[in-house]
């Protein structure tokens, strides 16, 4: 049982049973999630949506919603509530930046109910750093990719995370100087494992190291399995992160010689 995995990375209403073991000195003690989470104190470090940087959070005293409840239907006795917690985390720099986490005990089970902001929002932002080397859409997709894959849509993830490889391959294709380069039409008519052959030396070696996804990834959606996708989400993740942290490297290093370049045109007209 990882604690942070659940409180953080769970997806929304996915349900966990509430009564887990903890080993303490040899020893298994029963302990509940509800719990757990209300105790939660540890200090962690989140991106602030707010801050629009990452930032360390510290976790407020749980708050419930009320146990008793009076409902016109059941008049005269109040209605028992079961438990719902909130778990917000609050911005070091500022203390109205929180963080919101809802779960709802449901029997035997607690569920994550809410999340706020939304992890959509939270990966969101952190791909501006990409906008120089990508798209929009395509930043925008990548998030729409993390979304779905916390929500647990691993094919839905996966289609959108192949659609920004994909791009990322025909774009290399457009800058590489292969001798009689096929027509842009041509290449993206080939499969995937083929459009990669093709431009493989202009590949870093992660992409042919990973081989082994390609055919999955040319393979059309009524064909692609929920455990399969999940398998590799993480791979194709990694290659897309990769190549854009490459690209935004490169940029970077290119816009320094420029300006290294124009300081010293500078510094020679002056010298004249
Ligand atoms: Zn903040």
Do not use: W
């Not at 993206?188 to 390609?214: A, G, T």
């Not at 854009?244 to 320094?256: H, M, P, Q, S, Y």
């Amino acid at each position: 049982m990882n604690l942070h995995k659940i409180i953080f990375d769970s997806t929304l209403y996915q349900k966990l049973k509430n009564t887990v073991l903890i080993d303490e000195d040899g020893e298994k003690m029963e302990y509940t999630l509800e719990y757990l989470i209300t105790h939660f104190s540890e200090r962690v470090e989140l991106y602030c949506t707010k801050c629009k940087d990452k930032r360390v959070f510290t976790p407020d005293k749980v708050y419930r919603d009320a146990p008793r409840v009076p409902n016109v239907q059941f008049l005269p006795q109040l209605v028992r509530n079961e438990p719902t917690l909130y778990k917000t985390f609050r911005c070091s720099l500022n203390s109205q930046h929180k963080i919101l986490y809802g779960f709802l005990v449901d029997g035997e089970q607690i569920i994550k109910i809410a999340e706020y902001p939304s992890k959509y929002d939270s990966v969101k932002d952190g791909f501006n750093k990409y906008e120089n080397v990508l798209s929009k859409q395509n930043i925008s997709e990548l998030a729409k990719a993390s979304q779905l894959e916390s929500y647990g849509y691993a094919i839905g993830a996966f289609l959108y995370y192949r659609r920004i490889f994909e791009n990322l391959i025909i774009k290399t294709f457009i800058n590489t100087d292969i001798k009689e380069k096929i027509s842009e039409d041509d290449f993206r008519k080939k499969r995937m494992e083929d459009k990669i052959e093709y431009i493989q030396e202009y590949l870093p070696d992660y992409f042919n190291e990973n081989s082994h996804i390609y055919s999955t990834l040319s393979k059309g959606i009524h064909e692609l399995q929920e455990a399969e996708c999940r398998e590799y989400l993480p791979i194709v993740q990694t290659i897309i992160y990769f190549s854009l942290d490459e690209a935004v490297d490169k940029r970077n290093k290119e816009l320094r010689k420029k300006e290294f370049a124009n300081k010293l045109k500078n510094i020679n007209t002056k010298l004249k």
